[in-house]
């Protein structure tokens, strides 16, 4: 084995895999070199590649334990050192044990959560978890689009208090959840930066959402303008900040003093965006580096636009908490059911505030497939996964704990991330890069049962073999599509059920082939192409309408609700018979993506006739 290939396997870069039609890729050397250099491992020569394998393996062979452990939370567990010597235990709650030990070193009980055990000036994280999560009882809920709750007569922008409307009205019918897309902090000072699939930072919320009172109309508009409506909301919270009486002064500093410097970080990089520029890397150069002088400078200088982003964040916390305690008000099993985007953008807020977490010049993407031959690249930041491990994963702790804060329900986008990781280079064919799965899946037991929630795993596309009962053993639940996998009822128990998602035509549209009009009409598909899609469509149909009893919402959503599935969606869109979707993959402006209206004001849709029907259906089936 060359240094390279070693070097390659120590960092877990894989030699090959198989995509979606069977065929093997092997990962050729470039592209070995180039995802090795992503993670600040140099080896653009084999001898510059042994050198970097050395260092790795003396690292390694200095620590007596490895970098991470994963324990059952509530036992006291007995590790096997390789040296022994003077060790102490640091816990979440801050106690402090600590010992000698030989060859064997016994533990405390350990409670939930992530430890720092220090043996011999080597650390190790402890990841002391639950072995699996409850599964939850049979419910359903509503997937609903955020930006598009507002009526075209109200127009704007939809926002936190619109989300906590329609979820009143929603749980009223006995829903146990309302979902929707990830409400990550995104680029305000970018309007057409409104994905909600690349964030600036995951860890934080997204202002565009933040209800402002007095906040002027925008009537007339059937889809969502975001530039004038972004405009006109920050304008309004501009407002509001700058009358701030004194109990709002102390609650903004009450609030910054509760989340730390993280959130003065991320209050002056928002700063230093609104001064230069939504994206960090077209900054001048002295503003690239968050520790620098010119940014200390900056943020002495400029106090009040600091804590103008800090108080964003506060009002975002508070008007989140109002939807969860609405959803608990109405006694929903789960209420606000949130979606965590699979990376970040690689020039927003996370990455300038820890870079040395994230790949450089990579993306996180997928293989070829037949829907996209040439692989897809999806402009997003991966975290490298030793030096997450080397952080005690506690960025990803910290991750799932901001999202589960408001919710009790959270999906994991693309969760086959948990095993591996599909790297794309600027220049070149993607490799999978293997990800620590036992101390992820552990990190996300923990943070669920912290909170009591229910984590579902968007485990869709090339599954890695072995994954699917990984997440099952965990207590996650995985995801299935009826518009694809029709024979439901052999669904296991521990998935959440849909008819399609965001990224697929709703019920009505797909009947009618919409989205295969789109793609022909975008030249995705050439006509010949197209005109075997609409066969095949028909003989779809003609299944769905034999297997459901009907190719109708409420047939459809009965059929959903007789599947073994602990947990069903229905998607907004289907209820109401809408037929556009919201996001064509492969599309960015030639598409409205993220900006389709839902039609009925938020306040309006518990007393929605297809609603009540739909509900109905659900609670005939034990939901």
Same mark, same amino acid.
């Given at each position: 084995?060359?240094?390279?290939?070693?070097?390659?396997?120590?960092?877990?870069?894989?030699?090959?895999?198989?995509?979606?039609?069977?065929?093997?890729?092997?990962?050729?050397?470039?592209?070995?070199?180039?995802?090795?250099?992503?993670?600040?491992?140099?080896?653009?020569?084999?001898?510059?590649?042994?050198?970097?394998?050395?260092?790795?393996?003396?690292?390694?062979? +200095?620590?007596?334990?490895?970098?991470?452990?994963?324990?059952? +939370?509530?036992?006291?567990?007995?590790? *096997?050192?390789?040296?022994?010597?003077?060790?102490?235990?640091?816990?979440?709650?801050?106690?402090?044990?600590?010992?000698?030990?030989?060859?064997?070193?016994?533990?405390?009980?350990?409670?939930?959560?992530?430890?720092?055990?220090?043996?011999?000036?080597?650390?190790?994280?402890?990841?002391?978890?639950?072995?699996?999560?409850?599964?939850?009882?049979?419910?359903?809920?509503?997937?609903?689009?955020?930006?598009?709750?507002?009526?075209?007569?109200?127009?704007?922008?939809?926002?936190? @208090?619109?989300?906590?409307?329609?979820?009143?009205?929603?749980?009223?019918?006995?829903? $146990?959840?309302?979902?929707?897309?990830?409400?990550?902090?995104?680029?305000?000072?970018?309007? $057409?930066?409104?994905?909600?699939?690349?964030?600036?930072?995951?860890?934080?919320?997204?202002?565009?959402?933040?209800?402002?009172?007095?906040?002027?109309?925008?009537?007339?508009?059937?889809?969502?303008?975001?530039?004038?409506?972004?405009? +006109?909301?920050?304008?309004?919270?501009?407002?509001?900040?700058?009358?701030?009486?004194?109990?709002?002064?102390?609650?903004?500093?009450? !609030?910054?003093?509760?989340?730390? +410097?993280?959130?003065?970080? !991320?209050?002056? *990089?928002?700063?230093?965006?609104?001064?230069?520029?939504?994206?960090?890397?077209?900054?001048?150069?002295?503003?690239?580096?968050?520790?620098?002088?010119?940014?200390?400078?900056?943020?002495?200088?400029?106090?009040?636009?600091?804590?103008?982003?800090?108080?964003?964040?506060?009002? /975002?916390?508070?008007?989140?908490?109002?939807?969860? @305690?609405?959803?608990?008000?109405?006694?929903?099993?789960?209420?606000?059911?949130?979606?965590?985007?699979?990376?970040?953008?690689?020039?927003?807020?996370?990455?300038?505030?820890?870079?040395?977490?994230?790949?450089?010049?990579?993306?996180?993407?997928?293989?070829?497939?037949?829907?996209?031959?040439?692989?897809?690249?999806?402009?997003?930041?991966?975290?490298?996964?030793?030096?997450?491990?080397?952080?005690? !994963?506690?960025?990803?702790?910290?991750?799932?704990?901001?999202?589960?804060?408001?919710?009790?329900?959270?999906?994991?986008?693309?969760?086959?991330?948990?095993?591996?990781?599909?790297?794309?280079?600027?220049?070149?064919?993607?490799?999978?890069?293997?990800?620590?799965?036992?101390?992820?899946?552990?990190?996300?037991?923990?943070?669920?049962?912290?909170?009591?929630?229910?984590?579902?795993?968007?485990?869709?596309?090339?599954?890695?073999?072995?994954?699917?009962?990984?997440?099952?053993?965990?207590?996650?639940?995985?995801?299935?599509?009826?518009? !694809?996998?029709?024979?439901?009822?052999?669904?296991?128990?521990?998935?959440?059920?849909?008819?399609?998602?965001?990224?697929?035509?709703?019920?009505?549209?797909?009947?009618?082939?919409?989205?295969? @009009?789109?793609?022909?009409?975008?030249?995705?598909?050439?006509?010949?192409?197209?005109?075997?899609?609409?066969?095949?469509?028909?003989?779809?149909?003609?299944?769905?309408?034999?297997?459901?009893?009907?190719?109708?919402?409420?047939?459809? *959503?009965?059929?959903?609700?007789?599947?073994?599935?602990?947990?069903?969606?229905?998607?907004?869109?289907?209820?109401?018979?809408?037929?556009?979707?919201?996001?064509?993959?492969?599309?960015?402006?030639?598409?409205?993506?993220?900006?389709?209206?839902?039609?009925? /004001?938020?306040?309006?849709?518990?007393?929605?006739?297809?609603?009540?029907?739909?509900?109905?259906?659900?609670?005939?089936?034990?939901?």
């Amino acid at each position: 084995m060359t240094a390279l290939e070693a070097l390659a396997q120590a960092a877990g870069v894989l030699p090959r895999y198989h995509d979606l039609t069977g065929q093997e890729h092997v990962t050729d050397p470039e592209t070995v070199r180039a995802l090795l250099s992503a993670m600040d491992l140099p080896a653009a020569s084999e001898g510059q590649a042994a050198r970097t394998l050395a260092d790795w393996q003396a690292r390694a062979a +200095a620590c007596a334990l490895p970098e991470w452990v994963v324990v059952e +939370a509530g036992t006291a567990p007995v590790l *096997h050192p390789a040296r022994g010597g003077a060790w102490y235990l640091l816990l979440e709650n801050g106690t402090v044990h600590d010992g000698a030990a030989d060859d064997r070193l016994a533990l405390p009980v350990l409670p939930l959560g992530l430890h720092r055990l220090v043996l011999a000036g080597q650390e190790t994280t402890l990841l002391s978890a639950p072995p699996a999560l409850p599964l939850p009882p049979r419910g359903w809920g509503v997937m609903l689009p955020l930006y598009g709750l507002r009526d075209a007569a109200t127009g704007g922008l939809g926002d936190y @208090d619109d989300l906590r409307r329609a979820l009143e009205g929603i749980g009223g019918l006995g829903a $146990g959840f309302v979902g929707i897309n990830p409400i990550h902090a995104g680029f305000p000072t970018d309007p $057409g930066a409104i994905s909600p699939y690349s964030p600036s930072s995951r860890r934080r919320f997204n202002v565009a959402h933040i209800a402002c009172p007095g906040e002027g109309a925008e009537p007339g508009r059937d889809l969502v303008d975001y530039p004038p409506a972004i405009v +006109a909301r920050l304008a309004c919270l501009r407002a509001a900040f700058a009358a701030l009486d004194a109990q709002g002064q102390a609650d903004l500093a009450a !609030f910054r003093a509760a989340q730390g +410097a993280a959130l003065d970080r !991320f209050a002056i *990089h928002q700063a230093l965006s609104d001064r230069f520029g939504a994206y960090w890397c077209d900054w001048p150069a002295d503003y690239r580096a968050p520790d620098g002088p010119a940014v200390a400078r900056f943020a002495a200088e400029n106090p009040q636009e600091v804590a103008f982003h800090a108080w964003l964040q506060s009002r /975002a916390a508070v008007q989140l908490a109002g939807v969860r @305690d609405a959803a608990r008000a109405q006694g929903m099993a789960h209420g606000l059911y949130l979606d965590l985007a699979v990376g970040t953008h690689p020039a927003g807020a996370e990455t300038w505030a820890d870079p040395g977490l994230f790949a450089r010049g990579v993306s996180l993407g997928a293989p070829p497939d037949p829907f996209a031959p040439q692989g897809q690249s999806w402009g997003l930041a991966p975290m490298i996964p030793h030096e997450l491990a080397a952080r005690g !994963f506690r960025p990803l702790a910290e991750t799932l704990r901001a999202q589960l804060e408001f919710a009790g329900a959270l999906r994991i986008d693309h969760i086959l991330g948990f095993e591996r990781a599909f790297w794309v280079p600027g220049d070149g064919p993607g490799a999978y890069v293997a990800m620590p799965k036992p101390a992820l899946l552990a990190v996300a037991r923990i943070e669920a049962a912290r909170a009591g929630a229910v984590l579902v795993g968007e485990d869709l596309g090339v599954i890695p073999e072995g994954l699917q009962d990984a997440l099952a053993a965990s207590g996650l639940l995985g995801c299935r599509l009826a518009m !694809f996998d029709r024979d439901i009822h052999a669904w296991p128990q521990a998935v959440l059920g849909s008819f399609g998602t965001h990224d697929l035509p709703p019920l009505a549209g797909w009947c009618a082939g919409a989205d295969i @009009d789109w793609h022909e009409k975008l030249g995705h598909i050439p006509p010949e192409a197209a005109g075997a899609a609409r066969a095949q469509r028909q003989r779809d149909l003609a299944d769905l309408s034999a297997r459901a009893g009907g190719t109708d919402a409420e047939a459809l *959503h009965r059929w959903l609700a007789a599947s073994p599935a602990r947990l069903v969606a229905l998607q907004i869109e289907d209820i109401l018979g809408a037929t556009a979707q919201a996001n064509l993959p492969g599309t960015v402006d030639s598409h409205p993506n993220w900006r389709r209206r839902i039609g009925p /004001a938020p306040g309006a849709l518990g007393q929605s006739d297809q609603l009540a029907r739909a509900a109905r259906a659900m609670q005939d089936h034990g939901r």
